[in-house]
């Protein structure tokens, strides 16, 4: 059966691209990094793989505002040729920074509602770096397993998705657009450090109206082995590690 071919972007300041790189390995799947500006400078390259990841890390500084300047050059000579992809069966995967790329860019939430969602700094004002669980609220997201609940780790200082009102939070939650949402024990997603942002409805990721772009602020490239968990030693250990997950999900879907 052939490899799902994946493309990894890297950049000045992208710094999880390896781990990336390494789970789409473990996944099965077949990755290639690339520079950014060589995708740029031939967007045809895009043809050869099925999927394109933009990792984490702080691109270009997030001088301006957390990835903004990387979503600028999306947004001027990538948009159409990356729509094109989805449009032919292709996938999107934005990871963290990869994630605040993908809105800023115009490619998520999509269907009417980007302008209406951006990434802003995080309610407590400091960069958060914990554990969280995550609630997937979609059946759409060929990423995600329906009903999951995954722990993986957030780090940023940016985090927190907001809307044009609250309107557009019931939308993209109807539209299965909201992938996942940070959860408590209890299932609440409006406290502090369960939502460790202060994002609205708890969203930690959305995807498209295909279920094939998705981006969300926590890290599946950081739990692809058991015993990154901080608790992993009473936690089960006998299926994928919940970050793995994500990226076999996508693999699995590709080869079908």
């Not at 710094?15 to 996944?27: G, I």
């Not at 926590?218 to 970050?243: I, K, L, M, V, Y």
Request: glycine letters at 10%; charged letters at 20%; aromatic letters at 8%.
């Amino acid at each position: 059966m052939a490899k799902v071919r994946v493309l990894v972007l890297r950049t000045a300041g992208i710094n999880c691209d390896e781990e990336v790189m390494h789970c789409w390995q473990a996944a099965g799947g077949e990755p290639t990094l690339m520079h950014l500006n060589a995708l740029s400078d031939d967007p045809a390259v895009l043809e050869r793989f099925q999927i394109v990841t933009i990792p984490g890390g702080f691109s270009y500084g997030d001088d301006v505002a957390a990835g903004a300047i990387f979503a600028q050059r999306v947004a001027s000579r990538l948009a159409e040729p990356l729509r094109d992809l989805v449009q032919r069966g292709g996938g999107i995967l934005g990871i963290c920074n990869g994630f605040q790329i993908l809105v800023k860019a115009g490619l998520l939430p999509g269907d009417g509602e980007t302008n209406a969602v951006t990434v802003t700094y995080n309610d407590s004002a400091k960069f958060e770096a914990r554990w969280v669980r995550l609630e997937v609220c979609t059946d759409r997201c060929v990423f995600l397993t329906p009903g999951a609940h995954l722990e993986m780790p957030v780090e940023h200082a940016e985090g927190k998705v907001v809307t044009a009102d609250d309107a557009v939070v019931s939308r993209l939650a109807e539209a299965g657009k909201i992938a996942v949402r940070y959860v408590d024990d209890t299932g609440r997603y409006d406290s502090y450090p369960a939502n460790p942002n202060g994002s609205e409805g708890g969203i930690a990721g959305l995807c498209d109206g295909t279920g094939r772009v998705l981006g969300l602020m926590p890290h599946p490239d950081r739990h692809f082995e058991h015993a990154h968990h901080p608790r992993w030693t009473s936690r089960r250990t006998d299926g994928p590690p919940d970050g793995l997950t994500v990226f076999q999900n996508a693999v699995r879907f590709w080869q079908s």
